[in-house]
């Protein structure tokens, strides 16, 4: 089982950046792909970007396009998330979350069901 814990959070002002990172335990980290997810308060958990097992696909929300990178270094059992020209409405708790599937040929999922296990979250607050 994969204990994930992200850090990095903090407040920054509308423009700034900022790099979440998300460390995992547990030697099958690199054989699942890895997601970000995000909550502000009173919605729902919504996905902000996702990369395959092996480092080599992924997938943005149209929200975050252009502005946020997501990356991974096996070798150290680590996700990023590197978030530029930040905004106020990112303003949210932000998941790191481990895909269910195990090296799964069928693409990479942005659907919060897939995901576990789940960090437990790290703050991000833009100021306008």
């Known amino acids: 089982q994969v204990h994930l814990e992200e850090s990095g959070g903090g407040l920054v002002q509308t423009g700034g950046s900022l790099r979440l990172s998300c460390a995992a335990s547990g030697s099958t980290f690199s054989s699942h792909a890895m997601g970000w997810f995000r909550q502000a308060p009173g919605k729902e958990r919504e996905f902000v970007a996702v990369i395959s097992w092996s480092g080599g696909d992924t997938y943005y929300a149209d929200s975050v396009k252009g502005r946020f990178t997501i990356s991974r270094e096996n070798a150290k059992n680590m996700v990023y998330l590197q978030m530029n020209s930040l905004k106020p409405e990112d303003t949210a708790v932000y998941y790191c979350?481990?895909?269910?599937?195990?090296?799964?040929?069928?693409?990479?999922?942005?659907?919060?069901?897939?995901?576990?296990?789940w960090g437990q979250g790290t703050q991000v607050t833009v100021s306008s």
């Open positions: 979350a481990s895909d269910r599937r195990v090296k799964t040929p069928f693409g990479l999922s942005y659907y919060p069901p897939d995901f576990d296990p």
